[in-house]
């Protein structure tokens, strides 16, 4: 079972960048996919990347390629999420996900999800 924090979330303006952090507990963190996921008011939750256990391999959503970047550490057991050149609908509550399965863009493929960090984009 691991744990999952999130932080770094903020109200940033259009054009801005932020970075989100995830810390997990326990000394399995290299055994999970990370993703990251969103959700927005009245919407569902919707991927925006995933690395898998050794950062081989990174996905990410149509919507933030080229803009966002995910990457992690398995020495600090923390995942992040570089997000660039911020947008209106960007803003969102923003949760780290883990798996031991494979990195999908499901969100009910991940096992354990953080309470989630608010990201406002002001424009």
């Known amino acids: 079972q691991v744990q999952l924090v999130e932080s770094g979330g903020e109200l940033v303006q259009a054009g801005g960048s932020l970075r989100l952090s995830c810390a997990a507990s326990g000394r399995t963190f290299g055994l999970y996919v990370m993703g990251w996921f969103r959700q927005a008011p009245g919407k569902e939750r919707e991927f925006v990347a995933a690395?898998?256990?050794?950062?081989?391999?990174?996905y990410y959503a149509d919507s933030v390629k080229g803009r966002f970047t995910i990457s992690r550490d398995n020495a600090k057991a923390t995942a992040y999420l570089q997000m660039n050149s911020l947008k209106s609908e960007d803003t969102a509550v923003y949760y780290c996900?883990?798996?031991?399965?494979?990195?999908?863009?499901?969100?009910?493929?991940?096992?354990?999800y953080g309470q989630g960090t608010q990201v406002t984009v002001s424009s």
């Open positions: 690395i898998t256990q050794s950062g081989g391999s990174i």
């Open positions: 996900a883990a798996t031991r399965r494979r990195a999908t863009n499901r969100p009910n493929d991940y096992d354990y």
